[in-house]
């Protein structure tokens, strides 16, 4: 079955550590993207990648980091510089950055 | 930079009504348009889209959405709501090689 996988559905951290989130997808797209859900404020788009060995910055990417190193993937990381981490992530791909995109089941992060 | 207006943030309808989602979105090249449901701690599963052609689109789950270039709007509907569909429907956007952007978001409460 094609599709995106995220892991894990569920993530506790301490404060002040690191955390990596997984996004992988065998769709063969060559967009993938990460957005932030927190109540009531819709989709923020954290980071988005075009191609491989290439990202930018979305509207919140401060206190994130992402690599894009294999068609694949697209893993995220949560730094200790993120306030406010606690949130549910999402990771998205798709043929091109205009067209339909193809969500994951989501992490929901939560920082202790 | 391209906008997508969902102006109503929660609405209730009763089971068996019908429905209509609104959605307006920034004039600019002839978009792509999309509509997503999401269910509580779920990820976004697409409903329909459109990219060009006949107007009325048809989608899964009963719903229907119009595209009307004059009013820059692009409204979700159903004749007839079932329990099951209460959930989070989102509207977005691409266009010309610029990325998709979302709504904010409209939280669809059924009342039997």
């Known amino acids: 079955d094609g599709g995106i996988t995220q892991s894990p559905k569920y993530l506790f951290r301490k404060e002040g550590q690191n955390v990596t989130l997984s996004c992988e997808q065998n769709l063969n797209h060559d967009a993938m993207y990460w957005y932030r859900q927190d109540p009531g404020q819709g989709l923020r788009l954290i980071y988005y990648s075009q191609i491989v060995n290439d990202f930018q910055k979305g509207d919140i990417a401060e206190g994130y980091s992402v690599s894009r190193e294999k068609k694949e993937s697209f893993p995220l990381t949560v730094t200790s510089a993120q306030k406010n981490p606690t949130a549910f992530y999402l990771c998205a791909s798709s043929w091109s950055v205009d067209n339909e995109q193809f969500f994951g089941p989501g992490t929901r992060l939560t920082v202790l | 930079a391209q906008s997508v207006t969902q102006p109503d943030i929660h609405i209730t309808v009763s089971e068996g009504a019908s429905l209509e989602l609104r959605c307006n979105y920034s004039?600019?090249?002839?978009?792509?348009l999309f509509w997503y449901v999401q269910s509580p701690g779920q990820g976004l599963q697409l409903l329909l889209k459109?990219?060009?052609?006949?107007?009325l689109v048809q989608g899964i789950k009963g719903f229907e959405a119009e595209f009307k270039r004059s009013q820059s709007s692009f409204n979700l509907r159903k004749p007839s709501v079932h329990w099951s569909d209460a959930a989070e429907y989102f509207c977005?956007?691409?266009?010309?090689?610029?990325?998709?952007?979302f709504g904010t978001g409209t939280k669809l409460q059924v009342i039997p």
């Open positions: 459109y990219f060009s052609g006949d107007t």
């Open positions: 004039y600019g090249a002839t978009p792509y």
């Open positions: 977005g956007k691409g266009a010309g090689y610029q990325k998709v952007t």
